[in-house]
């Protein structure tokens, strides 16, 4: 594998047999990345796990290797089937003007009868509306977990929150379906309420998910939290060191309140696909999702697991 510097950027190549891999995901049947590694450098991205497996040493978001595999020839194969593209990374990231990966992966599953998942932090998407329009069951999910944009300034490196609701409002405009994923919803700091009247009538689902540190970045987010908002410390503890959900327990209610307010269906998990009334978007309660998996909106959560 070839590496090469783009502006402070560690680029390389690599070749994979098949670019469609089985997904462990509970929203996807397969998971599509077209690129290694991503250059967003969320600090609380739980995708930097990957660099145990890449050989990277650089840090999370200053490499990227670009993919290179053979034309999928097959892809009605992979009718009925969810395919998510960008589970760990972004098929839009700003290399993807360059590189094409993702178009390219569109176009060779044009035909397929799959239903398309894309999740992104950026309006490059907008490039594509000729070809979604075309691929027919499509969902575009935007990450946007604060308005607040210095705030996000200081957790990635995506396009600033007003591009990504531009961008998801033309894509609904456009008749694809759309999802505003607030995630990771952070204690004290995302305002999900305040988001929801942004974009309620320009997304299908609404969907949101706790803050988790387990992964590496923990300490990170910890430390950015004692030195932006300290007096969040004491909140923080409560939740990450001694397993106190209280607080997402109140955010469970207010958000089947909002939902029931504003006419919304309020679920654990993801309904099947399908648009819902301008205005009215499903309502997704997936905080400690782990809980959420198999219980096909039951209401019942599986306890056992390790959620923090």
Not at 19 to 39: A, D, E, F, Q, W
Request: glycine share 6%; hydrophobic share 35%; with cysteine.
């Amino acid at each position: 594998m070839a590496q090469m510097k783009w502006d402070d950027l560690v680029l390389g190549d690599v070749e994979t047999r098949n670019i469609m891999t089985r997904s462990s995901l509970p929203v996807g049947g397969y998971s599509v990345n077209p690129y290694v590694g991503c250059t967003h450098a969320c600090k609380y991205c739980y995708a930097s796990f990957m660099k145990r497996f890449t050989g990277h040493t650089e840090a999370w978001g200053a490499f990227l290797d670009v993919k290179h595999w053979p034309e999928i020839n097959d892809p009605q194969k992979y009718a009925g089937q969810r395919v998510v593209i960008g589970s760990v990374t972004d098929g839009y990231l700003p290399q993807e003007e360059t590189f094409c990966n993702t178009r390219r992966l569109l176009e060779q599953l044009r035909g397929s009868g799959a239903e398309i998942l894309i999740c992104t932090k950026s309006d490059l998407v907008l490039r594509d509306i000729d070809l979604l329009r075309q691929l027919g069951r499509v969902t575009v999910s935007w990450s946007v977990n604060t308005l607040d944009e210095s705030f996000r300034a200081d957790m990635d490196r995506a396009v600033s929150i007003e591009r990504r609701l531009r961008a998801m409002k033309q894509v609904y405009d456009a008749g694809i379906r759309t999802v505003c994923f607030v995630a990771p919803v952070f204690p004290g700091l995302t305002d999900f309420e305040a988001i929801f009247q942004r974009v309620k009538d320009q997304c299908d689902l609404f969907w949101l998910e706790n803050l988790n540190l387990r992964g590496g970045f923990r300490q990170t987010i910890l430390d950015y939290i004692a030195e932006k908002h300290p007096d969040l410390v004491p909140l923080y503890d409560a939740i990450y060191k001694k397993r106190d959900r209280s607080y997402f327990r109140a955010l469970e209610k207010r958000a089947a309140a909002m939902a029931q307010a504003n006419g919304c269906p309020f679920v654990d998990n993801e309904m099947p696909y399908g648009r819902v009334p301008q205005g009215h978007p499903v309502v997704v309660d997936y905080f400690y999702h782990e809980e959420v998996r198999g219980t096909e909106n039951t209401g019942r959560r599986n306890t056992k697991s390790n959620i923090l």
